[in-house]
Nanobody, 129 residues
Framework: EVQLVESGGGSVQAGGSLRLSCAASGFTFDDYAIGWFRQSPGKEREGVSCIGPSDGITYYADSVKGRFTVSIDNAKNTVYLQMNSLKPEDTAVYYC??????????????????????WGQGTQVSVSS
C-alpha cells in the first residue's frame, strides 16, 4: 500500500521555524519526485517546492525562496521541508505528493492536478503575528 505521511506541523509565531517530514512507503522511493503543496482556507492548493531523489534538483515557489529548504534522506525514504522566517501567510495545510519519474519537471512540478500520483493527508501549519 502506497503511503505518504506528513508530520511536523504546528503553531508558531511569525519569524519562527518548523520542519515538516514526508515519510514514504509502498513504492520505490528513488523513482518518484516529491512535491510539497499547501492550501489555505478559501484558496486553491499551490505548489511550494519539489525535489528529485535521484538528481537532488529542487524548485521553489517565489513566495518561499530563501526561507524554505527541501531535502531528502534516501535511507529513510523521507523528504523534509525546513521552513524558516515563517509569516502569517504561510498558514495552511501542507501536503506532500509523489510524481513518477526521478526528477521534478521545470514547467509542471507545481501543478496540483494531472501530475502527481500519490498524495498525503496533510499537516496543519499555523503562524500567528
Amino acid at each position: 500500500e502506497v503511503q505518504l505521511v506528513e508530520s511536523g506541523g504546528g503553531s508558531v509565531q511569525a519569524g519562527g521555524s518548523l520542519r515538516l517530514s514526508c515519510a514514504a512507503s509502498g513504492f520505490t522511493f528513488d523513482d518518484y519526485a516529491i512535491g510539497w503543496f499547501r492550501q489555505s482556507p478559501g484558496k486553491e492548493r499551490e505548489g511550494v517546492s519539489c525535489i528529485g531523489p535521484s538528481d537532488g534538483i529542487t524548485y521553489y515557489a517565489d513566495s518561499v525562496k530563501g526561507r524554505f529548504t527541501v531535502s531528502i534522506d534516501n535511507a529513510k525514504n523521507t523528504v523534509y521541508l525546513q521552513m524558516n522566517s515563517l509569516k502569517p501567510e504561510d498558514t495552511a495545510v501542507y501536503y506532500c505528493a509523489a510524481d513518477w519519474g526521478p526528477s521534478c519537471h521545470l514547467t509542471t512540478w507545481y501543478h496540483t492536478q494531472g501530475v502527481y500520483d500519490y498524495w498525503g493527508q496533510g499537516t496543519q501549519v499555523s503562524v500567528s503575528s
